[in-house]
């Protein structure tokens, strides 16, 4: 759902939407009370604030930025230096929580000395610019050891004289800090949407010679997008100084930018809820999932070649484009198709998989043997038939995949013509 049908909807909708949304924030730390559901949990929140704040930029202005943490990084790094100063006079409770704004006011003061240059141009020019931004910041971290700490970063302590009982040293106490700023920030950058800006930062994206005709200046919207974004990216940095106490260069790095664009288009761009599911995404998989393989990186390009070929719209945009069809009383036809193509593609994973471990396996850790233990069995990397049942099992899987998409592809047809029909009998009905 966009922002602007979300805005069209009852306002009761809209109102248990937010409330939901504000529950699950507060119930969150009781389902996962553990110290690893904690910190994914911060991390999550952390990680909503930048994804959406990318989005200012890619889905809603259309601008592809390859440099989006040097504003995250670099709100980080000022937060931790304000903290290290209040430090060496014992910082209050209300200074500690204050400090994420910090961090936005470093975000917006960076977005706006370079921003200015950045958004003079547009498109592929925008994205070069961004890169090299990017890559001159990063470069920088370990040249002035003075403020990004060399490589070693800059540490800090966030425990404070207690306030009611606050002295954010334990991590639930972080936790609800990082819930308010990110409730907060989700709904202000919503707001943003709805503003005569956000409108027209939409109309820049789509046709920025029409918006020129009628007499809007393009580069001043995407100037001022700009300013947005990097404000709530330096909340996001703010956050992630107090909750890791240290930043280091790696924050700023293109790494850190690449996994930004990378999760914002998997969760879905042109949706304003779309950043949402890839933050919850990059965290899983860079928490869990780096704990399962080594090779989680290699995964993850193959998803996001995959969403590419087949979802170029994102997990948001299958959610809703099945939502639609759900109300229209078709989705049951799809369902078997879903299944279908789902079994063939775990078929396909299972071979790929094999084929992926044994792999790394040969190259990383081939001194300490050749077995290796892969989903309950044991695969022998120096036997020629587990290569050869692992390229097998793939092939199956591609092909069962690619015969079930063809009949999804064939049926999905079916369906959105006959949603299309009912549409405009509708049309006709109420005119």
Known sequence: MTAASIHSSDPRTRWIIWSAFALLLLV???????DLGLSMLCQIGIAIIACLSYNVLLGQGGMLSFGHAVYTGLGAFVAMHALNAFSDGKPSAVAVMLLPLVGGLAGLFFAALLGYVTTKKSGTTFAMITLGIGELVFAMSLMI??????????SGNRMTEPLLGITFG????????????????VAAMYAFTLTPLGRMLNAVRDNPERVEFVGYNAQ????????????????SGGLAALNFEIVTAEVVGAARSGGYLLFTFLGGATFFFGPIIGAVLMVLAAVLFSEITKAWLLYLGLIFMFMVMYAPGGI???????????????????LPHYLSMTLAAVVALLGFSALIEMIYHRQLEGASGGALGFLGMTLDTGNALHWLSAAVVAAIGVGLFEWARRRFQVRWNAVHEAIEQATKQRQEASA
């Open 28 to 34: 969150a730390p009781l389902v996962f009370p553990g």
């Open 220 to 235: 001043r919207v995407r100037y001022r997008a700009f300013l947005v974004a990097g404000f709530f990216a330096g909340i």
């Open 170 to 185: 334990p991590q639930r106490q972080v936790y609800y800090l990082i819930a308010v700023y990110t409730f907060l920030s």
């Open 316 to 334: 948001a945009s299958l959610i809703m484009m099945n939502v639609r069809i759900a109300a229209f009383g078709r989705l049951r036809e799809l």
């Open 145 to 154: 050891p003075e403020f990004f700490g060399g490589e070693g970063g800059v």
